[in-house]
């Protein structure tokens, strides 16, 4: 039960951090109701908000309108009362006072620090500020301990909307992205295209060259053979003879090779 406390308020705190950029030192606006539920509990509020928030980085605070009117709900509330008092006191300029409900209505209004988490008991003011303030946490005691409260739905929807327009911003920016790498010819798809136009061109060329190599070397080394024979034919046309010898020859030819004799073969 201990761990997924903690897991839940991890989260919780995750949550608020991520899309709400509320971080460390916490100002915990506490009201009188809230301090008088602690009371009841023997909850020592300053130590365990720093035990439940994992952060010793807390600043209880609340404001004269809160206080005034602990004051003026007497013997009741005077332990409520003395627990205020040794807050961190947030100007609200309310003079004369006001109810510690529209005090703090006001504040979380006008709050620019957005650091707040709001504390009360009363289920009103909390859900003031879970509609009006959808970024901060709201905290109340239950069952003798103090609880964070599940983002409202206000907060939630506003998460949503926001992931939605990064969505669209991201497929805006895919957009102009593709535009340049058309524009600087970096188009993935059309290089695909074109490399696959190429190599259906590309095999032939290189097959056909590879042929006309082949085709040239050939041709040069029938060249070469022809020239080769049309050089051993020179050779044999080399010899010049006269009719005379020529015909000798023939008749010598008849009775053994020529040009066996000359050595030729
Ligand atoms: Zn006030």
């Not at 602690?38 to 404001?63: F, M």
């Not at 609200?92 to 620019?112: G, T, V």
């Not at 535009?179 to 798809?189: A, G």
Request: with cysteine.
């Amino acid at each position: 039960m201990k761990l997924s406390r903690h897991k839940y308020i991890r989260r919780l705190l995750n949550y608020y951090r991520t899309h709400f950029n509320i971080e460390p030192p916490f100002i915990i606006l506490i009201d009188g109701t809230f301090a008088f539920e602690a009371l009841q509990w023997k909850i020592q509020i300053d130590q365990q908000l720093k035990a439940y928030l994992e952060t010793q980085l807390i600043i209880c605070s609340t404001t004269l309108c809160a206080i005034k009117e602990t004051e003026l709900l007497g013997g009741i509330a005077y332990g409520a009362m003395l627990i205020l008092k040794q807050y961190d006191i947030i100007k609200c300029d309310h003079y004369p006072s006001i109810s510690a409900e529209k005090c703090f209505q006001k504040i979380l209004i006008k709050d620019k620090t957005k650091k707040y988490f709001l504390a009360s008991q009363s289920l009103s003011l909390r859900e003031f500020s879970r509609i009006n303030r959808p970024d901060l946490p709201t905290m109340l005691i239950r069952h003798n301990a103090i609880n964070l409260e599940r983002p409202s739905i206000n907060s939630r929807e506003i998460v949503e909307e926001r992931k939605n327009e990064q969505i669209n911003l991201s497929k805006h920016e895919s957009n102009v992205l593709k535009k340049i790498k058309h524009e600087l010819n970096l188009d993935e798809n059309e290089n695909d295209i074109k490399k696959k136009k190429k190599k259906k061109h590309g095999i032939n060329p290189l097959s056909i060259k590879k042929k006309k190599i082949k085709t040239l070397i050939n041709q040069s080394i029938s060249n070469n053979n022809k020239n080769l024979s049309k050089k051993k034919r020179r050779r044999t046309r080399q010899i010049r003879m006269s009719l005379h010898l020529k015909q000798h020859l023939k008749e010598l030819e008849k009775k053994f090779s020529i040009k066996q004799f000359f050595h030729l073969e």
